[in-house]
């Protein structure tokens, strides 16, 4: 079994940048190297959406609302992913959900932007 633990959430400015982290164990580097990995987000009273996407061999994904503005990133060896958010507006703000292989979820952190 799969945990994933997120981090990095927080309150932050419009026009801000925030880093959030996800950390794999259960699994292999070996394992996590092959899983697809993805950033989901989910607003108050909206249905959860998928932000970004990391293929095992690197290709990425983004939303429309956050390209040019979010970066995925993998570090297989150590079982993580990132994003790095930059340009954060209000409508950023959800609680944000690692996902690994389609199946595994985190338990979310808040990203709150705000003045």
């Known amino acids: 079994q799969v945990q994933l633990v997120e981090s990095g959430g927080g309150l932050v400015q419009p026009g801000g940048s925030l880093r959030l982290s996800c950390a794999a164990s259960?699994?292999?580097?070996?394992?996590?190297?092959?899983?697809?990995m993805a950033w989901y987000r989910q607003a108050p009273g909206k249905e959860r959406e998928l932000v970004a996407r990391?293929?095992?061999?690197?290709?990425?994904n983004y939303a429309d609302p956050v390209k040019g503005r979010f970066t995925i990133s993998r570090d297989n060896a150590k079982k993580t992913v990132h994003l790095q958010m930059n340009s954060l507006n209000p409508e950023d703000t959800a609680v944000y959900y690692c996902?690994?292989?389609?199946?595994?979820w985190g338990q979310g952190t808040q990203v709150t932007v705000s003045s």
């Open positions: 990391i293929s095992n061999g690197g290709t990425t």
């Open positions: 996902n690994a292989h389609s199946r595994y």
């Open positions: 259960g699994a292999s580097a070996g394992i996590f190297s092959i899983y697809a």
